[in-house]
């Protein structure tokens, strides 16, 4: 039975994804007038974006080291301290560069602030609980990408580009408060293991390198020489990283976590799940209003069906996986959203409103109910004194997955128009159907798993009556 103590920390953590989430996204709307305040040229503020999801993607592996060796509140208050006031010091720069560090400082609390708050959730809840209690830490991080674009153009219309960053501080002073008061002392390990300083160079390096290489391809025009660079010599590392991570006595990730098969299975494929659910709010936007003609307010509008989707399925999740399984639910998810996916690249301007509405609201459903399972079922067999390594390297995989989706979107778009008339319309629906055989592909790795995958955290009665 998860108590109110329990349930409140996961709204809380749930909360800091939010936020972390949206400021990796909510800049680029605001970007034009960020680039004429700073005096800078707008191409010059992806940095900005760039700064962020870089930090985020080195510092996460380092989360759960941290907490065992300082323990969960201190991390958690001081990574949402650290967030808070580099929100505010973003706010306050005045020159590009002031802006980047600040951006810096922002991922570095960001990094620390979900994957520890995570952790403290899910280590202290019976397997019963599990399914609820991600629920509550997942649902808000789908909802960031929806609504950042929206979000962005009201806050710029109506106000300035400062409040994108000076709208966290009263959120995180709220979310340190309550902390404050949630978080419980005496939980570091007694004796934590010695820093895997090589798994630190090696893993880090390499998923830096890679998101980087990810922000050089979602540019108008990649520079070929730096791009290739890049990737290859990031591919390179975390390749070593791996083959040290499998050898080291106490590495960075703890890669044995991956002979659990549902965690395994969620790792591959969430991390590739969260290509087509980051890539569809980034192109429906871009089709909308680049192909259809439609003004940014019709366009948010109707992208916001998503976010619709989201929250109307979340009461139905937990009793749909009771019901059917986690297997089955994933299989149908997946598969609803290629279909779905597939059809939104077939509309076109004469498609009726209200059937492209629709088909927005089921992506949101099926985006929901696949990451959902994806969360939970991998955690559902772990061992609980891997817990915690399960958690870093769902963090890690998480934030990797979410990073590389605009390049994946842009990488499917650049396809569709290397096609004969692919400048045009049939670019959108190359991409959009490249991202549905994504979806396929994680259909197959579902029907894989086992039909008793998770069973552990569904509930007693009805895992009784499935056997």
Not at 226 to 239: D, E, I, K, M, R
Not at 428 to 437: D, I, N, R
């Amino acid at each position: 039975m998860i108590g109110p103590r329990q349930r409140n920390t996961a709204l809380l953590v749930s909360g800091c994804f939010f936020m972390e989430m949206l400021d990796g996204t909510i800049v680029t709307t605001a970007s034009p007038q960020i680039a004429a305040a700073l005096h800078a040229r707008p191409a010059q503020i992806g940095l900005v974006i760039t700064a962020y999801l870089l930090t985020l993607a080195v510092l996460i592996p380092l989360s759960g080291w941290l907490a065992r060796r300082l323990g969960n509140r201190i991390v958690f208050l001081s990574a949402i301290a650290v967030f808070t006031l580099a929100s505010a010091g973003c706010a306050a720069s005045a020159s590009l560069a002031g802006l980047v560090a600040m951006r810096v400082l922002q991922g570095a609390g960001g990094a620390m602030m979900v994957p520890v708050g995570r952790t403290m959730v899910v280590s202290t809840a019976a397997k019963q609980d599990l399914l609820r209690i991600t629920s509550y830490v997942v649902w808000p991080g789908l909802l960031a990408p929806v609504a950042a674009p929206l979000a962005g153009g009201l806050i710029t219309t109506y106000a300035s580009w400062h409040w994108i960053f000076l709208i966290n501080v009263p959120l995180g002073a709220v979310a340190f408060a309550a902390a404050w008061r949630l978080v419980q002392r005496g939980d570091q390990a007694a004796a934590p293991p010695p820093l895997d300083w090589a798994g630190v160079l090696l893993t880090c390096a390499g998923l830096g390198g890679l998101t980087y290489a990810a922000h050089l391809v979602s540019l108008p025009s990649p520079p070929p020489a730096q791009t290739a660079v890049a990737a290859v010599a990031s591919a390179a590392l975390l390749a070593a990283s791996i083959w040290h991570l499998r050898r080291a006595p106490h590495p960075l990730l703890n890669l044995r976590t991956l002979a659990v098969p549902t965690f395994r299975v969620a790792q591959f494929g969430g991390t590739a799940y969260w290509f087509v659910v980051g890539a569809a709010p980034f192109l429906l936007p871009l089709l909308f209003q680049t192909r259809f003609g439609w003004s940014p307010v019709k366009s948010g509008a109707v992208t916001a069906f998503i976010f619709a989707g989201n929250v109307g399925i979340k009461p139905l999740t937990t009793p749909l996986i009771n019901r059917f399984g986690f297997r089955w639910l994933l299989v149908a998810s997946t598969a609803g959203t290629a279909v779905v996916i597939a059809a939104l690249g077939f509309t076109t301007a004469a498609t009726p409103l209200p059937v492209i509405a629709a088909l927005t609201l089921a992506s949101g459903v099926t985006r929901s109910t696949g990451l959902t399972v994806y969360s939970t079922v991998g955690l559902a067999d772990m061992a609980p004194e891997l817990m915690r390594d399960a958690n870093t390297m769902y963090a890690t995989s998480m934030q990797l997955g979410a990073g590389l989706a605009i390049a994946v979107a842009t990488v499917a778009l650049r396809a569709g128009g290397l096609l004969p008339g692919g400048n045009g319309r049939t670019a959108y629906t190359v991409a959009f159907c490249l991202l549905a055989l994504i979806a396929l592909g994680n259909m197959a790795g579902a029907l894989r798993m086992d039909r008793a995958a998770g069973d552990r955290a569904r509930r007693p009665a009805v895992t009784a009556a499935a056997g």
